[in-house]
């Protein structure tokens, strides 16, 4: 093509359909790397190659196509780009909607600023197809790894983004807006919004959508960061309230069974057999509490365990503990709490739904390791845990998602904070919780 013909109004932002293609794919493998995913490994590479030789080969099968269809060929463009995130991409149908306008921007950012470049080189030295592959190259290059740089750091990969309906539809609005206004002169030549530098203000108008939605995101993401954070405050409150009453609780049965010498008295000297059989089942019931109290060398430890082997018993649950918990002075009482309320909180749950009895079963270990304090749960649970790739931890089952699933978030913040990690497994309907802790005391 000679510089006539590229400096053509009808041809100056006509980008090679080719180099079209590859801007929407990188926009597309941008997201791919940013977010989490729910195709992995050699799968993942397969799709990236087939998705790349789909958007070029439907870039250049369109560039043949007569310009009254453009906009149609453009949507579906856009609905490739999709399909693909929403194939790729764990994410819901509205969190894929938002990172398709976020990549086709950027795509269409990209290519312009590539085409600009390429047309400014021309004017100078002439056209040159290798000058415009190496620019197209350098371009797509720099731009994509800066905003991936950005992207990463704002897709926080433990954090799902609470993208509402209001969210999506202000993304549409915008990359619908931003790119109507981009290239309108690619149209109709004579418009208000038709100027002599078309490259350089569809650059910019491009460049400008690509930032709303940037920054959109980021305020997502800081929104569920704060709503997240505030709902795991409030269950370690809460657990520590629990705490707090289970001490008083403690104290009252601790006096209830000092005063068993007068139920036995009054057994002896009571006549009525019906009586008898009731203070006998009353004197079942305190040795049943007594056998419940925990002894491992840590008074706050004790009163959690106790209160949960109570809850176990009534709900037919064999609770086992093999716990030191000599180990756990390095830790504050609330994160005591938190860990093992949430710990058998979940496990307490999942087993009482179990129908087999001998099944029906919680085993709970804390020991001590070198430097390591190593806290594992196994109850057993009759449902398929499903685990996103990106938190590495079970999605919560409930139907009010927003509200609940906070407890093992709570217990891999406690980890970390002492310098530790947790892990998820499930092996058959056996589910394992095992909690690394780091004994810096």
């Excluded at 999506?168 to 002599?196: C, E, K, M, Q, Y």
């Excluded at 929104?223 to 104290?251: C, G, H, P, W």
């Excluded at 996103?388 to 079970?394: F, I, S």
Aim: hydrophobic content about 45%; aromatic content about 10%.
């Amino acid at each position: 093509m000679s510089l006539l013909e590229i400096l053509a109004p009808e041809n100056i932002m006509d980008t090679p359909r080719l180099f079209t293609g590859l801007a929407e794919w990188g926009a597309v493998f941008v997201c791919f790397l940013a977010h989490k995913r729910k195709k992995t490994g050699p799968l993942f590479a397969v799709l990236c190659i087939a998705f790349a030789f789909l958007q070029t080969i439907f870039q250049i099968i369109a560039g043949f196509s007569h310009i009254s269809l453009w906009i149609p060929n453009m949507m579906i463009a856009v609905g490739i780009i999709y399909l693909e995130i929403y194939f790729v991409v764990d994410a819901t149908p509205l969190e894929s909607g938002f990172y398709t306008a976020q990549a086709f921007l950027l795509a269409e950012f990209s290519a312009s600023l590539y085409r600009m470049f390429y047309v400014w080189y021309a004017m100078a030295l002439g056209p040159s197809k290798i000058i415009s592959t190496a620019l197209m190259l350098i371009v797509y290059s720099v731009v994509f790894y800066v905003v991936y740089r950005i992207d990463r750091r704002t897709s926080r990969q433990d954090v799902q983004p609470e993208i509402t309906l209001k969210d999506f539809a202000s993304a549409i609005a915008t990359g619908i807006g931003a790119f109507s206004l981009s290239n309108v002169s690619f149209v109709w030549t004579n418009t208000p919004f038709s100027v002599d530098n078309i490259l350089y203000v569809r650059t910019l108008v491009d460049l400008g959508g690509v930032l709303m939605l940037m920054t959109q995101k980021d305020k997502i993401y800081e929104s569920t960061m704060f709503n997240q954070n505030f709902a795991i405050n409030q269950l370690l409150k809460r657990q520590y309230e629990q705490y707090k009453l289970s001490v008083d609780n403690s104290e009252m049965l601790r006096k209830e069974i000092h005063d068993l010498k007068h139920y036995l008295i009054a057994l002896k000297n009571e006549p009525s057999p019906e009586k008898k059989q009731e203070y006998l089942e009353e004197l079942e019931q305190q040795i049943a509490i007594q056998e419940s109290f925990q002894n491992t060398g840590n008074q706050v430890l004790d009163v959690i365990l106790t209160n949960k082997s109570l809850q176990c018993r009534k709900k037919g649950i064999t609770f086992k503990v093999m716990a030191d918990g000599a180990n756990l002075s390095f830790m504050h009482v609330r994160d005591i709490c938190a860990l093992f309320g949430n710990l058998l909180d979940n496990a307490i749950e999942a087993t009482q739904t179990i129908t087999v009895p001998e099944n029906r079963l919680i085993t709970l270990s804390v020991k001590s390791k070198n430097n390591f304090l190593v806290v594992e749960c196994i109850n057993c649970c009759d449902k398929k845990v499903l685990i996103p790739h990106r938190a590495g931890l079970p999605k919560t089952t409930k139907e009010d998602k927003q509200n609940h699933g906070f407890g093992l978030k709570s217990i891999r913040m406690i980890a970390e904070k002492y310098n530790g990690s947790m892990s998820f497994s499930q092996n058959k309907n056996w589910v394992t919780i095992k909690v690394l802790l780091t004994n810096n005391g």
